[in-house]
């Protein structure tokens, strides 16, 4: 497995510096030859290939016995009628491949310049981490893409439909229905000012402690948030988060979400989804820093689920130097690094539970 998203990357790097040049209708060929390798390799993985995986196939054989307001609508249903067919999980694996994946590729296609690069980019990090991994968060994440593109266009009932759609896969995704007050005009100096202080304010934010979950009321969810906070206060949640500082890949979209907006002049005459873009990544660092002390499971969750236009915004970077090949060279290089961390922490998990 690790052989062949090492391949499939190294197809994506060896065409993204001259997809300019090639035939739309080519590069769509090449997506969606590598979207077929993607869904084969999340898709066939074993339930110990990948960390998590396990506690699916716990959860897919005991479906019956599963509480409902604990797993979302789909995976119920999904793994009540695989397991009836007789079939084994790694089904549910292959099931949720083929409906993420390919919206995800369409979402892509439709929403970058340049295609193959972001995808190389999506594969380094979030391939592993949602398709081989989060699957249900999978589908969201694709669904919430064509969310963000129906958003911009204002189409409003297409972009409702994705969400609600993907709340039905997980949960989390109630949330993009924030990006309603995300316009997708070009920003005006005092925005980027605003976007500007977001990371300052949102660390001190952290630093003070202050949960404010005990204001919402129930019926807004504070019920749920409760959940989080009681889990958090058994414990339970220590070995599944991770401490937004000491992460390397958040810290990279810190730096890009400052180049993006320095460049930010040059960047929208080239990438019309720029705006949009950045308000969504600013967001993402808000759901970090102001839920990390109620639970850091929740923040680095919905964190993830935003953060997710960050794929969008290191092809975007691009623009900001030339010649173009010299910055795919930097962006392919850091790609490759982050693959390759992510292939030890994510995509490795067999091996810890094979040396056993």
């Known amino acids: 497995m690790v052989i062949a998203i090492l391949s499939i990357l190294l197809i994506c790097v060896a065409f993204s510096f001259f997809e300019e040049k090639m035939m739309r209708k080519d590069v769509l060929a090449i997506i969606v030859m590598i979207g077929i390798a993607m869904v084969f390799i999340a898709g066939t993985r074993g339930p110990y290939d990948t960390p998590d995986s396990d506690n699916y196939e716990t959860n897919y054989y005991n479906?019956?016995?599963t509480d409902d307001d604990y797993r979302e609508p789909s995976f119920?249903?999904?793994?009540?009628?695989?397991?009836?067919?007789?079939?084994?999980?790694?089904?549910?694996?292959?099931?949720?491949?083929?409906?993420?994946?390919?919206?995800?590729?369409?979402?892509?296609?439709?929403?970058s310049n340049l295609p193959i690069l972001t995808l190389g980019i999506y594969i380094s990090y979030f391939y592993q981490l949602h398709d081989l991994m989060q699957i249900r968060c999978a589908v969201a994440s694709a669904l919430f893409l064509f969310a963000i593109y129906y958003r911009a266009a204002t189409k409003w009932w297409k972009f409702v439909l994705c969400i609600l759609v993907g709340s039905i896969f997980h949960y989390s995704a109630v949330a993009g229905f924030v990006i309603l007050f995300f316009s997708n005009k070009g920003?005006?100096?005092?925005?980027?000012?605003?976007?500007?202080?977001?990371?300052?304010?949102?660390?001190?934010?952290?630093?003070?402690?202050?949960?404010y979950s005990y204001l919402v009321p129930d019926e807004l969810g504070g019920d749920r948030l409760a959940v989080y906070r009681d889990l958090k206060d058994k414990g339970a949640e220590d070995v599944l988060s991770w401490v937004f500082y000491k992460n390397p890949i958040f810290l990279l979209n810190v730096a890009l979400y400052y180049v993006c907006l320095i460049f930010y002049d040059v960047l929208y005459n080239d990438y019309k989804y720029v705006s949009i873009m950045l308000k969504i990544l600013a967001f993402a660092f808000i759901c970090m820093f102001t839920l990390s002390d109620l639970s850091a499971v929740l923040a680095s969750r919905l964190y993830e689920y935003f953060a997710i236009?960050?794929?969008f915004l290191w092809t975007a970077v691009l623009?900001?130097?030339?010649?173009?090949?010299?910055?795919?060279?930097?962006?392919?290089?850091?790609?490759?690094?982050?693959?390759?961390?992510?292939?030890?922490?994510?995509t490795l998990g067999w091996y810890k539970n094979h040396i056993k």
Do not use: E, H, T
């Open 309 to 311: 236009v960050s794929v």
């Open 76 to 111: 119920v249903y999904i793994s009540y009628y695989l397991n009836m067919m007789g079939f084994s999980v790694s089904a549910l694996f292959f099931a949720y491949a083929l409906l993420s994946i390919p919206i995800r590729l369409a979402a892509i296609y439709k929403l």
């Open 319 to 346: 623009y900001a130097f030339r010649p173009l090949n010299y910055a795919k060279i930097l962006i392919n290089s850091i790609v490759a690094v982050q693959c390759l961390a992510n292939i030890f922490v994510y």
């Open 63 to 65: 479906v019956s016995n």
């Open 187 to 211: 920003l005006k100096k005092w925005q980027r000012i605003i976007l500007s202080v977001v990371i300052p304010l949102g660390v001190l934010f952290y630093f003070s402690g202050f949960d």
